[in-house]
């Protein structure tokens, strides 16, 4: 089976332009979460999509945003890039057989995106 | 109260020796306590997860530790190889709220041969 691809591994802009990365779950699987990691932060969650529908918001400003098509694929959305908006941006899916048991979440390589 | 504290920053073992990171909650709701290790250029991969109703879960050389009363749980890897080498983040969540997990910082662990 393959794993959870992110697409493109590699990006640079600059400030104020926008960018979209994209996320392809491990078939089957219908959550996609979406972290940023940074080396003063660490891993801080964005959000999370399931069935198409944003089931958890983390503390980002509105700048960052996503969607999940029918297919479970899914795209996040940075706005207005800051400096501070330079990381390794990871998606995970799993499988949710049901809510409240344990639900393995696969992380794909990232999206390495660096503002200049 | 959605913090977790991981402990220590940085460790090194030598190979054959046991790896101990430990991690520390407050969120009394957390319900799932899953461990990640990251290789560098790679996503992070579930090593190991316990629920708080277990007080210790084994898999091979990996062995979690929790201790509900404290709100703390340790990663144990023991006969630590130089493969082992890698930043290992602990994590929380609760699981009726879907798939957010809260991070610790993380700990670096270099296995030396």
């Known amino acids: 089976k393959a794993g959870v691809t992110q697409t493109p591994r590699y990006l640079i802009k600059t400030r104020g332009q926008q960018v979209t990365l994209s996320c392809s779950p491990i078939?089957?699987?219908?959550?996609v979460s979406w972290y940023q990691q940074t080396p003063g932060q660490g891993l801080q969650f964005l959000f999370e999509y399931f069935s198409e529908t944003q089931r958890n918001k983390g503390n980002f400003p509105g700048r960052f945003s996503g969607r999940q098509f029918s297919n479970s694929r899914s795209e996040m959305n940075v706005s207005t890039l800051e400096l501070g908006d330079s990381a390794l941006y990871l998606c995970?899916?799993?499988?949710?057989?049901?809510?409240?048991?344990?639900?393995?979440?696969?992380f794909g390589p990232g999206t390495r995106l660096t503002v200049l | 109260q959605q913090q977790v504290k991981q402990s220590p920053q940085s460790l090194i073992v030598q190979k054959g020796g046991i790896s101990i990171i430990n991690c520390a909650y407050e969120n009394t709701a957390f319900d799932y306590f899953p461990w990640y290790q990251q290789f560098p250029g790679k996503g992070p991969a579930l090593l190991i997860a316990i629920r708080p109703d277990v007080s210790e879960k084994k898999e091979g050389r990996f062995t979690i530790s929790f201790n509900k009363s404290a709100k703390q749980f340790s990663l144990h890897i023991m006969d630590s190889q130089p493969g082992d080498s890698a930043t290992y983040f602990c994590?929380?969540?609760?699981?009726?709220?879907?798939?957010?997990?809260?991070f610790g910082a993380g700990t670096i662990l270099r296995v030396k041969s």
């Open positions: 994590a929380a969540s609760i699981m009726e709220y879907g798939n957010k997990l809260v």
């Open positions: 995970a899916s799993s499988m949710e057989r049901d809510r409240g048991l344990e639900d393995t979440q696969y």
């Open positions: 078939s089957g699987h219908r959550s």
